[in-house]
Nanobody
Framework: VQLQASGGGLVQAGGSLRLSCTAS????????VAWFRQAPGKEREFVAA????????YYGDSVKGRFTISRDRAKNTVNLQMNSLKPEDTAVYYC??????????????????WGQGTQVTVSS
């Protein structure tokens, strides 16, 4: 599976962006798909996931209520709608696909396929 992330950019605090992750080679239907982010000098952080096993979605505490992950099966794409953005959301965002068990859905080690990353910058 090859992943292509897009949609990053510069936005003011309080604004919105939508990231997209498109798969080629295979469909997303047989994989859980997640978004992680990494800010300069910080560890990679779990943002959101759409689980293949139960079709549920999971979110990191810092984005709950503001971000929404969704699948567009017709386009073989997973989107991350980001609302009420804050300067602390500034990071490179990566999409990932894999088959982690549910209890490890937020662990980056469970994902074997990664996109190239897209920069999100939120100005104050």
């Amino acid at each position: 599976v090859q992943l292509q992330a897009s949609g990053g950019g510069l936005v003011q605090a309080g604004g919105s962006l939508r990231l997209s992750c498109t798969a080629s080679g295979r469909t997303f239907s047989s994989y859980s798909v997640a978004w992680f982010r990494q800010a300069p000098g910080k560890e990679r952080e779990f943002v959101a996931a759409s689980a293949m096993q139960n079709s549920r979605t999971y979110y990191g505490d810092s984005v709950k209520g503001r971000f929404t992950i969704s699948r567009d099966r017709a386009k073989n794409t997973v989107n991350l709608q980001m609302n009420s953005l804050k300067p602390e959301d500034t990071a490179v965002y990566y999409c990932a696909a894999g088959r982690p068990i549910i209890s490890e859905i937020a662990n980056s080690l469970g994902y074997g396929y990664w996109g190239q990353g897209t920069q999100v910058t939120v100005s104050s």
